[in-house]
């Protein structure tokens, strides 16, 4: 992977905070960004393999658990270390030119993911790619190629940052507009 490849997956401290006990409670992990459903396009966490990756689902990513702000993995996650990223194949042609921020909130969501009776839901934030960054993104795999083994290369930039506007920042408010 080149080292200015942006990964399409980044998740804030605290994201990552709860997936660690969640992990803790629950074993291995995947999340997948629902399409639609119940709580609209929010991402939703599972024990890995409840929820059935479809051959056109597409990875966004594996998230490294063991892995801290600013930091890069020098080796694979393996077990509940790693957390593989889904989303619909379909949505993800809506959303491939962007980057998805996984962050906390408070509240309850109305999905079925693992997150939800802890009074907290995940959400997705995003921040559109650069066109060099878009040039630079790898092939994507999809559910086909995770069953034959295919899995991505380590990710070259922190998949972990400290907040969701460390990712995509929000831009200051210009006086006069609302």
């Not at 990875?59 to 593989?84: I, K, N």
């Not at 408070?106 to 907290?120: A, D, Y």
Request: glycine residues 12%.
């Amino acid at each position: 992977m080149n080292p200015t490849t942006a990964p399409r997956i980044v998740a804030t401290s605290e994201a990552v905070e709860l997936l660690r006990r969640l992990g803790g409670t629950h074993g291995a992990l995947m999340m997948h960004q629902s399409g639609g459903c119940c709580d609209g396009s929010a991402p939703m966490c599972y024990p890995d393999g409840e929820f059935i990756v479809g051959d056109r689902d597409v990875l966004l990513g594996v998230l490294d658990l063991r892995l801290r702000v600013g930091e890069t993995p020098s080796t694979r996650p393996e077990g509940g270390d790693a957390v593989p990223v889904w989303i619909s194949g379909s949505q993800f042609e809506v959303w491939k030119h962007t980057q998805l921020v996984l962050d906390v909130v408070p509240g309850r969501g109305s999905g079925f993911g693992l997150e939800s009776p802890m009074g907290v839901r995940f959400l997705s934030r995003s921040r559109a790619f650069t066109a060099a960054e878009i040039s630079a993104l790898p092939e994507t795999i999809d559910g086909r190629a995770w069953e034959q083994g295919q899995r991505p290369a380590l990710p070259a930039q922190p998949q972990v940052v400290g907040q969701a506007a460390d990712a995509c920042p929000v831009p200051p408010l210009v006086s006069g507009t609302v």
